[in-house]
C-alpha cells in the first residue's frame, strides 16, 4: 500500500508522515498542497490510499456548500476511474450527525476520524487493515441513522429485493443489511448534493428531529483537555484552529498564469514583471517557464557570461527568483510545494501543451490588443471558456482611450493596461499598480519583510540598551 498525504499544511503533512513511516506505511513523497492537482498527482503517483484534509487542503470556492460539492465530485470521479481501488481517508472535525459526513459514507469513504484528537496507533492500525464499513457505521445517511437500522431494514430490505426469502432475509448481518441501505439510500444522497443542497440547514433541521424524537441522553463525561506538546501518543487533527485558519486571506501557493492571445504579445516580459514585485514585497517565487521559447536558457547564459547556454542546468536565480526553464518532464506539483508564489509563463495560448494549467490557475493573465483590428482575439477566447469575467485582460501599451473603448465594448470584462519597461526586474511605481490590480484578492502579507524588521529593531534596541548600561556603569566608576 501506498499513501498519498493531501492535506495542504506543510507542518502537519510532516507530522503524519513521520507517525505514518514509523507505523510501517509507505509515504509517497510528493505532497498536494490544492485541489487542483489532485486528479494529476493521483495520475501520476498512482497511490493506493489518497489522505485528505478537510479544511487545511486549499481549494478554489467561496462557500463551505461549493466546497462540500466539490469534494464529494472528486470522489465521486475517482470512483469512476478507478473502479473502487483508490482508498480514500477522510480527516476532519465534525459533528458525528452532519450529514456532510453520512455523503461520505454513501460514496464508500470507509475511513473518515472525525474527533480533533485520535490515538496514532488506533488510525495506524485502521489503515493497515482493508477499510470496513463498520469504521462508519456510526455515520448516518442523510436523516438515516445506521445506528437504527434494525428498525428499518424489513420495510427497506423489501424494496431492495422483494423476492428474497423470509430464511434469506434473517441469515443477512445487520451489517450486510446495512450495506443494501447504503446502496440503496447512495443515489438519493447524490441528488440532493448535486441539487445544492444547503448543508447547514439540513443540519438545523436534523438537529431538531434528533431533540424531539430521541430519548434523553446520559450526561457526557467532559473529556481532560490535551495540550499539543503533551499529546504523545496522539495526534492532534486540527493543529492550527478551524477559524484562524480560514480567516487567512490566502492559503498555500498561488499559482499566477501569464499567457498572450497570440505570440509575442509580451507574456515573458509581464511574467517577470509579476514575479519581481512579488519577490521585491518578500515572498519566496518561482518564474516557470512552459513554453518553448527556449528564453530562459538565453537569460541564463546572459546571466553567466557565457557563449553557449548552460543547458545541464534546468534552474538558475536571479535577482531572487528561481527560474525553471522549459522541460518536458517537469514536475509542477514538487515546485509548487515549494513556494509562496508560482507564477507560470505559458506563451501562445493557442499553441500551449499547458492550457489546463493556465484554466485552474488561481490568477489568470491574458495579454490581448486593443487595436480595433484586432480585437476579435479577445472575442474568441471567451467563446472557449464559460467564466471569461474571472480572468484578467492586460493590454501591453494601450493608452486610457483604448482602455475604455474595449470596456465599452466588453462591460463584463476587467481590462488592465500594462506599461511597458525596459527592464521588467526594476518594478516602476506604474508597474506595481498594475500587478496590484492583477494579484486583487490573493496577496498575502509580506511576512519575511515582517520578520526582517522586527530583527533589525530588535538588534537596534537591544545595541542602544547595551550602550546605556555600559554608559551608565563607567559614569558609576
Known sequence: MSFLLAIGDRDFTEILRKNFIQGGLDVNENEVLHRNYLNEIIESEQPSTVVLHDVYLPSDTATQQDNEAEMLSLIEQWRSIYDGNLRVVYLCERERSDPFLAALVARNVLD??????????MLIEQLQEPPRYANVSKFGIGTLELESVDED?????????EESSAEESNSVSKEERAKQLLSHFSTKAKSVVDAGVDWNEQRRQQSAENRENRPPKPKAIKEPKVKTDELGDFLDLMPIPKEVYQR???IGTVVVAVAGAKPHLGATHTSMSIASFLQHQGHSVALIEVNTSEDFERIHALYEGEQQYIRNQSVFEYDGIEHYKYREDIRLGEIMATYEYVVLDIGDIEETSYYQEFLRAHVRVLLTSAFEWKQHWTDDFCKKVADYEHYSFVLPFAD????????ERLPDLRFIPFPSS??????DGETEDAVRTLLNGFLKEPLRNTAKRTIVAASVASAVITAVVIGAFVLLQ
Open 400 to 407: 486610457r482611450a483604448n482602455v475604455k473603448s474595449m470596456e
Open 248 to 250: 487567512s486571506a490566502v
Open 112 to 121: 473518515i476520524f472525525n474527533s480533533r484528537i485520535i490515538p496514532a496507533q
Open 153 to 161: 431494514v424489513e420495510g427497506e430490505s423489501e424494496s431492495i429485493d
Open 422 to 427: 525596459p527592464n521588467p526586474y526594476k518594478v
